[in-house]
């Protein structure tokens, strides 16, 4: 038997307000200044239209269709629930009808989606896993057992830290620098620890998210039947395709047909008697693992790098990166809640994200998720705020 | 090749243009002859294939704009007699004629003609840039349309400049290649505390949005050098505005520099910005990228649509120009991240990738 695990990843970002020099120090109520009320709403109700309602009522009609053998798992941040409470609560309503199937499973992250797991300390990662944790028991009554990192950020530090923290398993990415030739579709486990790592099957994840729609690409057009075809042949026990759920809709637009592709993939999967779905929790009780990895160096999902150089990869993202972390103490310490809030929010990994100066290939992509003209006005907005949020310690 | 200036007589970026283009052209086998007006300082080319021929006696200023009518005269007749001087003797046996924006253009169509050979015309300025869209010169313009609509081909700066040539003179898209300029490092050096501007004074560069930022800057840091480098109609003008605004002693105008003197002021620049009302492309601030200096150019600019490690500014911004001027002095990662990002991507904008290009529009013609 060969297992699909299929989860998506859910996530907006608080996107920021135009700060010029001349505004630090200038203002009172910072969260009001900081983030763009406005471009934020315009955005995620857009991405609600054209993904959210749409591909939740799709999947809902699918795991009733497919009378619990079709499965799926989500991470949803914390942020991504506050737009969802703050614009729009039938989206939350949409995700809770999903997970009352018993066909949905949900998965633990940091509330702010953010790089703490990089800090020197990990008492602010731990907090904000608590705080996600939190709101998945006040929004969904629902405690999950396996734990995605930003991006799916991992190294052996925070392999331990996750276990030690009661989970079961975490996710990250099935990249060669920690496979070499040994395959992503198995489950597999943490050198030091007994926590299970659930590996992304890059290629396969990434023919729906990036190529689905590419003309140049030699599995264009991808059917769910060619798809399916491709699984069925693929070796290993768990195959796990991890992607942005904004690659419905949103990222691969209905135009492209993907919507098409997403209805009549469980059909087409199950047609195989020995393929079935998983979710992450049922992957990591159903098999054994039959390896350790060995990360001792911080990898991810993101760019072709899959480290974190797509976050810290230039002096600016690093200089924004240690001025954030270095006032955490002090904002603590204020006990000021809106400021220690505002400061969480600027946490959210996505700002850093457009300082990213990389290459031609993976810079297409970042521009493509950026509201600013160039990584510069990205450095230039978030350290004057930056700078701002300082002068209110 | 018929051009109007040469190193190491240059005015602006059409010299420097041709110089980079001709000797990469020679180095790809191509034969030049290229014809210019005799100027006190001879130019001269170290290359077989390639040979500097100076025609006549003219004083021409090109990017003068001539006012009163007598001047305008003598303006329009030395013109007129440089380029008759030019049908006149240029000879022999060519393959294409190629002539630089308007004031060799009568002398292209008439060499078409004369010789039967294709003409190839590059855009490097329209008489719109030059008056900064405020009251373009009928005589000019009437010139230019002559010679885009002769001409077999155009090389246009930009796509900026190619839409102007498309939409202002009625010119078909189709026959107009665009090719972004080059340059030849200069390499980095130490900086010091310098906001640069260089260029000419005139409407066009947009000057005195520079003086304007300068004192938004120097309200918030007082210690920085602001410097106005280049000559111009604009220069009186500028300084009294300097001193409207209580900047003058922060801001320095240098006149007309030499070519090192250039080279050494880019190089120990924080800042260049190039803050053009209408700029088909801006050489200058491919050099002072070229020389570590991070650089901030109009949006409109031909260069903001073919460089991305620079930053981008609306010329009218002046709150968001002084914002960038700060950040980029105050930030030291920024500066940086975006000299050293800027010195890499300058590698691609070779005078050998011109050349190639341009053969590129004289195969489709010959």
């Given at each position: 038997?060969?297992?699909?695990?299929?989860?998506?990843?859910?996530?907006?970002?608080?996107?920021?307000?135009?700060?010029?020099?001349?505004?630090?120090?200038?203002?009172?109520?910072?969260?009001?200044?900081?983030?763009?009320?406005?471009?934020?709403?315009?955005?995620?109700?857009?991405?609600?239209?054209?993904?959210?309602?749409?591909?939740n009522?799709?999947?809902l009609?699918?795991i009733?269709?497919?009378?619990?053998?079709?499965?799926i798992s989500f991470?949803i941040?914390?942020?991504?629930?506050?737009?969802?409470?703050?614009?729009?609560?039938?989206?939350i309503e949409s995700f809770r009808d999903l997970y009352k199937t018993g066909s949905v499973d949900f998965?633990?992250?940091?509330?702010?989606?953010?790089?703490?797991?990089?800090?020197?300390?990990?008492?602010?990662?731990?907090?904000?896993?608590?705080?996600?944790?939190?709101?998945m028991?006040?929004v969904f009554n629902y405690?999950?057992?396996?734990?995605?990192?930003?991006?799916?950020?991992?190294?052996?530090?925070?392999?331990?830290?996750?276990?030690?923290?009661?989970?079961?398993?975490?996710?990250?990415?099935?990249?060669?620098?920690?496979?070499?030739?040994?395959?992503?579709?198995?489950?597999?486990?943490?050198?030091?620890?007994?926590?299970?790592?659930?590996?992304?099957?890059?290629?396969?994840?990434?023919?729906?998210?990036?190529?689905?729609?590419?003309?140049?690409?030699?599995?264009?057009?991808?059917?769910?039947?060619?798809?399916?075809?491709?699984?069925?042949?693929?070796?290993?026990?768990?195959?796990?395709?991890?992607?942005?759920?904004?690659?419905?809709?949103?990222?691969?637009?209905?135009?492209?047909?993907?919507?098409?592709?997403?209805?009549?993939?469980?059909?087409?999967?199950?047609?195989?008697?020995?393929?079935?779905?998983?979710t992450?929790?049922?992957?990591?009780?159903?098999?054994?693992?039959?390896?350790?990895?060995?990360?001792?160096?911080?990898?991810?999902?993101?760019?072709?790098?899959?480290?974190?150089?797509?976050?810290?990869?230039?002096?600016?993202?690093?200089?924004?990166?240690?001025?954030?972390?270095?006032?955490?103490?002090?904002?603590?310490?204020?006990?000021?809640?809106?400021?220690?809030?505002?400061?969480?929010?600027?946490?959210?990994?996505?700002?850093?994200?457009?300082?990213?100066?990389?290459?031609?290939?993976?810079?297409?992509?970042?521009?493509?998720?950026?509201?600013?003209?160039?990584?510069?006005?990205?450095?230039?907005?978030?350290?004057?705020?930056?700078?701002?949020?300082?002068?209110?310690? | 090749?018929?051009?109007?200036?040469?190193?190491?007589?240059?005015?602006?970026?059409?010299?420097?243009?041709?110089?980079?283009?001709?000797?990469?052209?020679?180095?790809?086998?191509?034969?030049?002859?290229?014809?210019?007006?005799?100027?006190?300082?001879?130019?001269?080319?170290?290359?077989?294939?390639?040979?500097?021929?100076?025609?006549?006696?003219?004083?021409?200023?090109?990017?003068?704009?001539?006012?009163?009518?007598?001047?305008?005269?003598?303006?329009?007749?030395?013109?007129?007699?440089?380029?008759?001087?030019?049908?006149?003797?240029?000879?022999?046996?060519?393959?294409?004629?190629?002539?630089?924006?308007?004031?060799?253009?009568?002398?292209?169509?008439?060499?078409?003609?004369?010789?039967?050979?294709?003409?190839?015309?590059?855009?490097?300025?329209?008489?719109?840039?030059?008056?900064?869209?405020?009251?373009?010169?009928?005589?000019?313009?009437?010139?230019?349309?002559?010679?885009?609509?002769?001409?077999?081909?155009?090389?246009?700066?930009?796509?900026?400049?190619?839409?102007?040539?498309?939409?202002?003179?009625?010119?078909?898209?189709?026959?107009?290649?665009?090719?972004?300029?080059?340059?030849?490092?200069?390499?980095?050096?130490?900086?010091?505390?310098?906001?640069?501007?260089?260029?000419?004074?005139?409407?066009?560069?947009?000057?005195?949005?520079?003086?304007?930022?300068?004192?938004?800057?120097?309200?918030?840091?007082?210690?920085?050098?602001?410097?106005?480098?280049?000559?111009?109609?604009?220069?009186?003008?500028?300084?009294?505005?300097?001193?409207?605004?209580?900047?003058?002693?922060?801001?320095?105008?240098?006149?007309?520099?030499?070519?090192?003197?250039?080279?050494?002021?880019?190089?120990?620049?924080?800042?260049?910005?190039?803050?053009?009302?209408?700029?088909?492309?801006?050489?200058?601030?491919?050099?002072?990228?070229?020389?570590?200096?991070?650089?901030?150019?109009?949006?409109?600019?031909?260069?903001?649509?073919?460089?991305?490690?620079?930053?981008?500014?609306?010329?009218?911004?002046?709150?968001?120009?002084?914002?960038?001027?700060?950040?980029?002095?105050?930030?030291?990662?920024?500066?940086?991240?975006?000299?050293?990002?800027?010195?890499?991507?300058?590698?691609?904008?070779?005078?050998?990738?011109?050349?190639?290009?341009?053969?590129?529009?004289?195969?489709?013609?010959?």
């Amino acid at each position: 038997m060969t297992s699909v695990c299929l989860y998506f990843e859910v996530h907006q970002p608080f996107r920021l307000n135009r700060f010029s020099v001349f505004d630090i120090g200038n203002y009172q109520n910072q969260s009001q200044n900081y983030f763009n009320n406005k471009l934020n709403k315009e955005i995620f109700e857009k991405v609600v239209r054209k993904c959210y309602l749409p591909t939740n009522k799709l999947l809902l009609d699918l795991i009733n269709k497919h009378d619990g053998k079709f499965r799926i798992s989500f991470s949803i941040t914390g942020t991504f629930v506050e737009y969802c409470e703050e614009y729009m609560p039938s989206v939350i309503e949409s995700f809770r009808d999903l997970y009352k199937t018993g066909s949905v499973d949900f998965i633990e992250e940091t509330y702010y989606h953010s790089l703490s797991s990089l800090y020197d300390e990990l008492d602010e990662f731990e907090e904000q896993i608590k705080m996600h944790q939190n709101m998945m028991q006040r929004v969904f009554n629902y405690k999950p057992k396996i734990f995605r990192n930003t991006e799916a950020i991992y190294d052996n530090r925070i392999a331990r830290k996750i276990e030690d923290m009661g989970f079961k398993g975490i996710i990250t990415e099935g990249t060669e620098k920690i496979l070499h030739w040994r395959s992503p579709n198995y489950l597999y486990k943490s050198i030091n620890s007994d926590l299970r790592v659930l590996l992304r099957n890059y290629n396969l994840s990434d023919d729906i998210g990036f190529r689905f729609s590419s003309h140049n690409w030699n599995g264009f057009p991808l059917t769910a039947d060619k798809y399916a075809n491709w699984i069925s042949n693929t070796e290993g026990n768990l195959i796990n395709l991890f992607m942005d759920y904004e690659t419905f809709g949103e990222h691969q637009w209905t135009e492209t047909g993907i919507f098409d592709f997403l209805e009549h993939l469980p059909d087409n999967i199950l047609n195989y008697n020995h393929l079935d779905f998983v979710t992450v929790s049922e992957a990591v009780e159903r098999y054994n693992p039959i390896g350790d990895v060995d990360v001792p160096w911080a990898i991810s999902w993101a760019d072709e790098d899959r480290n974190v150089s797509t976050w810290l990869g230039n002096d600016m993202q690093i200089a924004c990166f240690n001025e954030l972390k270095n006032i955490g103490n002090k904002i603590k310490k204020t006990g000021d809640q809106n400021l220690i809030e505002t400061w969480r929010r600027l946490q959210t990994s996505d700002h850093l994200y457009y300082v990213s100066t990389k290459g031609l290939k993976d810079g297409a992509v970042h521009a493509y998720f950026s509201h600013y003209d160039s990584p510069y006005d990205g450095f230039i907005n978030y350290m004057n705020i930056l700078q701002d949020l300082k002068t209110k310690i | 090749m018929i051009g109007w200036e040469y190193p190491p007589f240059k005015a602006g970026g059409l010299g420097t243009h041709c110089y980079g283009l001709t000797r990469s052209l020679a180095d790809n086998n191509i034969n030049i002859d290229f014809y210019m007006p005799k100027t006190k300082h001879k130019a001269f080319s170290d290359k077989n294939n390639l040979t500097i021929k100076e025609i006549g006696e003219t004083n021409i200023f090109p990017y003068d704009r001539p006012e009163d009518e007598e001047l305008k005269g003598h303006f329009f007749e030395s013109v007129y007699r440089y380029n008759d001087l030019i049908v006149e003797k240029v000879k022999g046996n060519y393959d294409l004629i190629h002539c630089h924006d308007w004031l060799t253009m009568k002398a292209g169509i008439r060499l078409k003609e004369k010789l039967g050979i294709p003409f190839v015309l590059s855009v490097h300025s329209t008489e719109y840039d030059r008056s900064g869209w405020l009251n373009p010169n009928q005589w000019f313009i009437d010139i230019e349309k002559e010679g885009m609509e002769k001409a077999d081909k155009i090389i246009a700066v930009s796509y900026f400049t190619k839409r102007v040539i498309v939409e202002k003179y009625g010119i078909n898209p189709n026959k107009i290649s665009v090719v972004h300029n080059a340059v030849y490092p200069l390499g980095d050096d130490d900086k010091k505390n310098i906001v640069l501007f260089l260029g000419r004074l005139t409407i066009q560069k947009g000057p005195e949005f520079f003086l304007r930022a300068a004192k938004k800057v120097l309200d918030y840091y007082n210690d920085t050098q602001f410097i106005v480098a280049g000559t111009g109609d604009m220069l009186p003008s500028l300084i009294d505005k300097a001193v409207d605004l209580g900047i003058s002693n922060k801001v320095m105008f240098t006149g007309l520099l030499t070519e090192d003197e250039v080279k050494h002021i880019y190089r120990i620049s924080s800042v260049y910005i190039m803050p053009s009302v209408s700029e088909p492309f801006g050489i200058t601030a491919l050099e002072a990228i070229s020389a570590g200096t991070p650089t901030i150019v109009s949006k409109t600019a031909g260069v903001a649509e073919a460089f991305n490690n620079c930053l981008k500014v609306d010329f009218w911004d002046i709150d968001e120009m002084a914002n960038k001027i700060i950040s980029l002095l105050k930030y030291d990662p920024l500066h940086k991240t975006i000299s050293k990002e800027g010195m890499k991507e300058i590698n691609l904008f070779t005078w050998d990738r011109v050349a190639n290009k341009t053969i590129e529009v004289y195969r489709g013609v010959t």
